[in-house]
């Protein structure tokens, strides 16, 4: 008897090698257009396929679960491609039988980079600098000229302290001389916390003390909305805000106000509440960076998480433990 393969959904395209390698493997359904997919796109793949690899762009909610339940779920394993998972809903996948997979440790430099990267922007002002230039404005170097903040030896809080602030306590701390302070659900090993120079404190503490504030946190009930009005409060006059993690931790309505009325210096966003959506009033000012989910973005990454993602169909498939499952 002929063995079929087993039927897998791609919700956006992938890096081309990781998609040849599946297709060795899988019948695979792409996604031509690479649009994002509908809910009721969504819907139907769950019922079409034994796989599907959805990402951060898919709303799998309970309702999808439940329109697909009612044609007939034939999915049995979502392996996301990404660490973040807060575009599922986890209860009413694992309800309808699903076993869920993620991607965590391959993005960890990328991410941790990007933060580093809009930091450094932030602080030295290097995005104002360069639309200075493409305007055709710069008269010249002088003394006073776009003064900015320097980055060396100033102090890091990070919230939430996993493998992507751990990553860049590493970098500021090692490269930078930063001071690290640090919230976090779990403290660090006394061993690793001793090699970044990292203090664990309160949230309160850490926002009160801190020159920047870089967020790491998964987004969960627990930390939606962490950052609010009273926590930015709460903040340094002169800090500024970094958030590689998810738009949801941070209320953007409390943080555009924040920084119209100077509560903090500025902002360093890759993302946003309700992505690709960016609220007008935050492109308009100089002193925040954004960018556009990029944290990841590396061509090395982005076929690590397709391959890390891609172990995680293998061992289903093959009844092996997965190796990234969640929940
Ligand atoms: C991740 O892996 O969580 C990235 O943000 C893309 O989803």
């Known amino acids: ?11 956006r395209r992938w890096p081309e090698s990781v998609e040849a390698e599946l297709a060795e493997q899988y019948t695979l359904i792409r996604n031509a257009t690479d649009e994002a997919f509908t809910a009721d796109e969504l819907t139907e793949a769950l019922t079409q396929a034994d796989a599907v690899c959805p990402t951060v762009t898919d709303g799998l909610t309970a309702d999808v679960f439940a329109a697909a339940a009612q044609k007939g779920i034939r999915a049995k394993l979502l392996a996301n491609f990404g660490v973040g998972y807060n575009h599922i809903d986890l209860a009413s996948a694992q309800a309808h039988g699903l076993s869920i997979t993620n991607t965590p440790g391959v993005l960890t430099a990328a991410t941790a980079e990007i933060a580093m990267t809009l930091l450094l922007m ?5 995005g104002e600098g360069e639309r200075l230039i493409r305007n055709g404005d710069w008269q010249g170097w002088h003394p006073t000229h776009m003064l900015s903040t320097q980055v060396t030896g100033k102090t890091l809080g990070i919230v939430g302290m996993g493998r992507i602030g751990s990553a860049l306590a ?19 090993p006394e061993s690793v916390a001793l090699e970044l120079g990292a203090e664990f404190l309160p949230l ?36 500024i805000l970094i958030n590689t993690a998810r738009g949801d931790v941070v209320v953007e309505s409390d943080l555009i106000q924040a920084l119209k009325n100077s509560v903090i210096a500025g902002a360093g966003l890759d993302v946003y509440a309700h992505e690709p959506s960016v609220p007008d009033e935050l492109q308009g000012m100089e002193q925040v960076v954004l960018l556009p989910h990029m944290g990841s973005g590396t061509q090395e990454t982005r076929q690590a998480m397709g391959r890390c993602a891609m172990a ?8 092996r433990p997965l190796p990234n499952a969640i929940g």
Request: hydrophobic residues 40%; positive net charge; charged residues 20%.
């Open 312 to 319: 995680n169909l293998h061992a289903y498939f093959a009844n």
């Open 122 to 126: 932030c602080a030295r002002r290097t």
């Open 204 to 239: 309160n503490e850490v926002l009160a003390a801190a020159d920047f504030v870089s967020l790491h946190c998964p987004a969960t009930p627990e930390t939606r909305n962490l950052i609010d009005a009273q926590a930015l409060a709460g903040m340094r006059k002169e800090a």
């Open 1 to 11: 008897m002929k063995n079929e393969k087993p039927v897998v959904v791609l919700t």
């Open 170 to 188: 590493r970098q500021a701390h090692h490269g930078f001389g930063m001071r690290i302070i640090y919230s976090s659900r779990t403290p660090l």
